[in-house]
Structure formats: C-alpha cells, structure tokens
C-alpha cells in the first residue's frame, strides 16, 4: 500500500469504541473547517464541515468540536469500525479560499 | 459534488526529466488548486490555478519549477520540470466552490523519480 500515514501520530482504539482525533488549527482568522478522511492510495475524502460560528456539528456518526478560543477542532466517530481506519486530516479556510492542512492522525482499529 | 479525473495515477520517471499531470473535472469550477503530499506527510498547497492568468504560488513554490495551465473552467495541468528524487510525492488536483461549500480532492499522482 501507499505510505500515508506513516509518519503521523496514531490512534488505535477498539472496534465499537468512540474515537476523538484532535486538531490544532493556526490562524485565528479561519471561518471554515473540514475534516477529511485519506484511505491508502486514495485523495482525500470529506468527511464534515464546520463554519465558525458554529460550536457543534453532527453528522452520521460523526460529531465536529470547535473551541475558537483556543483554536481547536475534534473530530469524534461513534462506535468505530474497521472501515474507519485511515488518515484524518482536518483543513482550515481563511477568507483567501485556500485550504490550509493540518499534520494529520492515523486511526487504527482493531478487533 | 463535482468529479475529478486526475492522470496518470502513477508515474516512475528519470531524474531531469518533467512529467505533467492533467485535473479534468465534470463540471465548471471556480477554483483549482495543486497540492504536494509527500510521503507520510499531510498535504502542501503548492499553487492556485486561475483560470486565464497566471497561477498563485505559495510559498516555497515556483513557476519554473510547477508550472500551471488553467486555460477553463474544467480543465488544469501541473508540471514538474527537472525531476529530481525529492519530488517523489503524491500531487493532488483539488477543486471548490468557496467558504462552506466544501473542497473536493483528484485520487492523485503517485510519482516516483529514480
């Protein structure tokens, strides 16, 4: 397979269980965030979005945290499965339209 | 959301050469923008492509090394020119519609200089 992710912090939790990946984003003047998911061999796929004058975001299965205050953004997935195992990035959007990426983290799930 | 064509999928070229990369997408799109991810790593934004001028480099980036064509709204090129073994990456096409409309992503170049 490809090497995404090889160099990324790691997150393994167990199958069923809630995961959290967490995002430090840069600049305080971003409006917009994304989370995206990268499977092996593929570009990366949206997963939620989050506007900054929002706080919460559901979706199936995912929930989007934003804390503007100290610049933070999580990303939690309710009863992980093994086909959310890849690499999660989370994007931020200043007012230039540019999408601007953070480090990222590799899920692992295990049995 | 829109679809993106992005070619080849993969590439083993010789060091000193330039390969280019086509970004087709089904539908008209405000914005292009070329990303470098490098192996292990998170996603670079190399450049914007803007249609009928020329394209926005970030930093880092320059246009004898990247050029970019954007000649419509469907339809960009990236070069990598004078290959060298640290432009081994995956180069990815990415396209949006602006703030809150999301920002989709080509399945990528695997390219490897050898």
């Known amino acids: 397979g490809e090497s995404v992710g090889l160099h990324l912090p790691t997150l393994s939790v167990q199958e069923g269980d809630n995961s959290i990946i967490n995002c430090a984003y840069s600049?305080?003047?971003?409006?917009?965030f994304i989370w995206y998911k990268q499977e092996s061999g593929k570009g990366p796929q949206f997963i939620i979005d989050i506007r900054s004058n929002m706080d919460k975001r559901q979706g199936q299965r995912v929930t989007v945290l934003l804390n503007k205050t100290v610049k933070h953004l999580s990303l939690q997935i309710a009863a992980t499965q093994p086909g959310d195992s890849a690499v999660y990035f989370c994007?931020?959007?200043?007012?230039?339209?540019?999408?601007?990426f953070g480090t990222g983290t590799r899920l692992q799930v295990f049995p | 959301s829109a679809v993106i064509s992005q070619k080849p999928s993969r590439d083993i070229c010789q060091r000193g050469t330039s390969l280019t990369i086509q970004c087709q997408v089904d539908?008209?799109?405000?914005?292009m923008f070329w990303y470098r991810q490098q192996p292990g790593q998170s996603l670079t934004l190399i450049a914007t492509?803007?249609?009928?001028?020329?394209?926005?480099?970030e930093s880092g980036f320059v246009i004898d090394k990247f050029p970019i064509s954007r000649p419509n709204l469907t339809f960009s090129t990236l070069t990598v020119s004078n290959m060298s073994p640290e432009d081994s990456s995956i180069y990815l096409c990415s396209v949006g519609e602006g703030l809150g409309y999301g920002y989709t992503f080509g399945s990528g170049t695997r390219l490897t200089v050898v």
């Open positions: 539908s008209q799109v405000t914005m």
């Open positions: 994007a931020e959007n200043t007012n230039t339209d540019k999408l601007i």
């Open positions: 600049n305080s003047a971003s409006d917009y």
């Open positions: 492509a803007n249609q009928g001028s020329e394209a926005t480099y």
